[in-house]
């Protein structure tokens, strides 16, 4: 069983970076597929950034050119970075993973297998 733990999140002003991480325990190795999805309040969850075995990212098309995704096989960790934060950033982001598939179909939210338990991006 894959735990999902997330941390680096925070409140930044506009304009800001963050780095988040995604540490990851247990069969890690079966985890072809990691990202990252955020729900701001009031709204629905929404893709951010996946990649698959260390390749480059795929991004959803509001963070493209701003954040940048990478994976560390070594640490069990996936991050996250976030740059050129504002407002619209603003939500729980959340940390997950999938064993099968890749990256085209990781956005699928009913496929992800597990999921962490989210950390807070504040943007003011």
């Known amino acids: 069983h894959v735990q999902l733990v997330e941390s680096g999140g925070g409140s930044v002003q506009a304009g800001g970076s963050l780095r988040l991480s995604c540490v990851a325990s247990g069969p890690t190795y079966s985890m072809n597929s990691m990202g990252w999805f955020r729900q701001a309040p009031g709204k629905e969850r929404e893709e951010v950034a996946c990649?698959?075995?260390?390749?480059?990212?795929r991004y959803g098309d509001s963070v493209k050119g701003r954040f940048a995704i990478s994976r560390d096989y070594g640490k069990n960790t996936v991050y996250l970075e976030l740059n050129s934060l504002n407002p619209e950033d603003i939500g729980m982001y959340y940390c997950?993973?999938?064993?099968?598939?890749?990256?085209?179909?990781?956005?699928?939210?009913?496929?992800?297998?597990?999921w962490g338990q989210g950390t807070q991006v504040t943007v003011s």
């Open positions: 990649i698959f075995n260390g390749g480059s990212g």
């Open positions: 997950a993973a999938r064993s099968e598939g890749t990256c085209a179909t990781f956005f699928r939210q009913s496929l992800v297998d597990y």
